[in-house]
């Protein structure tokens, strides 16, 4: 048994950056995240690495881009409003294929919203957010275990597909405390990255830029990203899945929604329904392929989001018309009922027979 | 000023030469541009220093965002404004490598002000080369924050009205008002002794990230002719009769001290 200490979401993220050698960060006040940027104006300088507080998300992202130009590792985080401001540096990021850390702990929307955990950034996060083709890795972590542990792994993940790497995860997460145990590994080994600038020493001078003016060669560019986007698509999908192998009625739920939904499922088996979980670890690329599969056999699905149903659409696209697919969401900070979710789960067992349209 | 003066006194003996850290190739600037001056005074400057193989440059998004094909170092794009920001994530991720960025008065003082300030302010050591010519020129000739009172432009076609569009920002006296910056002046490109002065500034500037003094801002007062409408010659004399009354000339700051 490894020793454990009590840590918070936030606090997890900070440690895990600077384990996996995030040698600097960039950040801008925002709740529910400030516990994150203040951790790491403590321990970035003790480790003699880079902290500045930057003077809006806008800077904070665009100090990102200058950092990881040099080829080291840096990090910014924020919440829903400041990631918004953050969408342009994310399309720039993309688009000259550099590898960056970005943490979203997402909080209510639209607008200035309220400081309560939600997970209506998903649609920004998965499907592009700032102009332009292009995707970020996302991952949704369900403890401050995994806080930690994918925070690493994110640094390994954009390093190896020269990627932006989105961790997206909720103001719940990141506020809540639970035994932790700390990386002890190395940090993840990074790449040569003789595409990065630092003074052009005995070589050709290396050029960061995604301005290509001429049709051609942007297309060119774009087919380049997306056959990337592709190999990821075939490689990285993550996805946890809990009493599946029997099960006739599925909940598909991410992150702090996974938790309430698993507490559902044990309610559903006590019950004598034979219900499954099935939570996405990565969002993109999103396990469409299993969730497919899963649908073939069960009577019907539930999603289970802190949104208006967002993920909901990629299930539904992955889903057709193999089986029903119901939704169980609440928004604006709001969290949902293990027993509203084990209503709606009773409701499917019940109602749906395999083969039949509810 | 121009690769012209060569005239060897003896024969083999070599009084000018492109610089190393200027690449051989044409611009793309329109006839009259300072751009081009203002790459080669750059250029000339790293040789001085011996420093193009450590020099990392951040280019903004307008004319001269192909810096790179012109200026024989490392170079990086950054988005629009935030020129500083980029140069401050490489600076302090490199600090013994020396950064420079690069900008329009479109990029520096409209949409990267926020940049511009506080990358003043922290007094990152790194030289902020400001080119102002009073006008967008990229995007066909808008109004610019430096664009002068009465002033004609694409976006100001009745000419510049203080009372709706505000007056030029005068970027040097702004950031004066701050403690932390090292060296701030202005110069213009409005004659060859205009021009040896913009050297000399920009090498007291790059001297000084070297000995890790701090932060310096060259403002560039510079041609526009075609967005302005005027001949190459009376861009520059728009230079001298208009920019200068508006946006004197000289040292602001001087070792980290404001110049009276």
């Known amino acids: 048994m490894r020793n454990r200490i009590l840590m918070n979401g936030n606090d997890a993220i900070g440690e895990g950056a600077i384990r996996a050698g995030c040698h600097a960060y960039f950040g801008y006040p925002i709740t529910p995240q400030n516990e994150l940027t203040a951790y790491m104006a403590q321990r970035m300088p003790e480790c003699g690495r880079v902290f500045i507080q930057a003077e809006s998300e806008v800077a904070a992202i665009n100090m990102v881009y200058g950092a990881v130009v040099t080829g080291k590792r840096a990090m910014t985080s924020s919440s829903s409003p400041g ?115 630092t003074g052009a020493r005995n070589r050709k001078p290396n050029h960061i830029r995604s301005l290509l003016l ?41 992150g702090s929604s996974a938790r309430i939904a698993k507490g559902a499922v044990n309610q559903a088996r006590a019950r004598g329904i034979k219900a499954g979980l099935l939570r996405p670890i990565t969002l993109w690329p999103f396990p469409r392929t299993r969730i497919r599969q899963l649908a073939e056999k069960v009577k019907g699905i ?5 949104s208006a149903g967002q993920m909901l659409e990629d299930v539904q696209l992955a889903v057709g018309d193999r089986c029903p697919v119901a939704f169980e969401g609440r928004m604006g900070g709001a969290v949902p009922e293990e027993s509203d979710i084990l209503a709606t789960l009773r409701h499917i067992n019940k109602s749906t027979r395999k083969g039949t349209r509810s | 000023m121009s690769a012209t003066r060569i005239r060897p006194k003896k024969k083999g003996r070599i009084l000018y030469r492109r610089p190393l850290s200027l690449v051989d190739r044409a611009t793309h600037f329109c006839p ?28 903004p998004v307008g004319c001269a965002v192909m810096a790179y094909y012109y200026l024989n170092c490392d ?92 007056t030029p920002i005068r970027i040097c006296e702004l950031l004066n008002t701050l403690d932390s910056p090292w060296h701030i002046e202005r110069v213009a490109l409005n004659s060859p002794a205009g021009i040896r002065k913009a050297r000399k500034a920009l090498l007291v500037a790059f001297k000084g990230q ?49 110049v009276a």
């Open chain 2, 210 to 258: 070297m000995e890790g003094k701090g932060y310096s801002l060259i403002e560039i007062l510079s041609p526009c002719p075609v967005h302005m409408r005027l001949s190459p010659r009376d861009a520059v004399r728009f230079i001298t009769e208009g920019m200068i009354p508006a946006f004197p000339l000289g040292v602001f700051r001087k070792e980290g001290k404001p």
């Open chain 2, 32 to 59: 009259g541009c300072g751009h081009g001056t203002t790459h080669k005074l750059i250029a000339e400057v790293l040789d001085t220093l011996k420093i193009r193989e450590k020099t990392i440059g951040v280019a």
């Open chain 1, 214 to 254: 001429d049709v051609d060669a942007l297309e060119e560019r774009n087919l380049i990203l997306q056959s990337k986007y592709k190999a990821i698509l075939a490689e990285l999908v993550g996805f946890d899945e809990y009493l599946t192998r029997d099960a006739q009625v599925l909940t598909i739920a991410y």
């Open chain 1, 83 to 197: 990631i918004s401001l953050k969408q342009e540096g994310l399309s720039y990021l993309a688009a000259a294929e550099l590898p960056a850390v970005i943490v979203n702990v997402q909080r209510g929307g639209p607008g200035l919203g309220n400081i309560a955990p939600s997970q209506a950034d998903y649609f920004q996060a998965t499907k592009g957010g700032g102009h332009g083709d292009y995707r970020l890795i996302v991952l949704a972590p369900n403890s401050v275990q995994e806080m930690h542990d994918f925070t690493i792994n994110a640094f390994a993940l954009a390093d190896r597909y020269r990627n932006p790497v989105m961790i997206l995860t909720d103001g719940r997460l990141g506020q809540m405390m639970e035994p932790l145990a700390l990386y002890k590994g190395p940090s993840p080994k990074s790449p040569p990255k003789p595409w990065s600038l």
């Open chain 1, 302 to 306: 539930l999603v289970v989001e802190m």
């Open chain 2, 75 to 166: 170079i990086s794009e950054a988005a629009h404004g935030r020129t500083p920001a980029v140069a401050t994530g490489i600076k302090r991720c490199l600090p013994d490598r020396i950064v420079f960025s690069y900008q329009g008065d479109g990029d520096l003082a409209a949409i990267g002000m926020a940049e511009t300030i506080h990358a003043a302010n922290r007094g990152e050591n790194i030289t902020v080369i400001f080119v102002n010519n009073s006008v967008y020129g990229m995007t066909g000739g808008q109004m610019a924050p430096t664009t002068l009172n009465g002033q004609k432009t694409a976006t100001s076609p009745c000419g510049r009205d203080s009372r709706s569009m505000g």
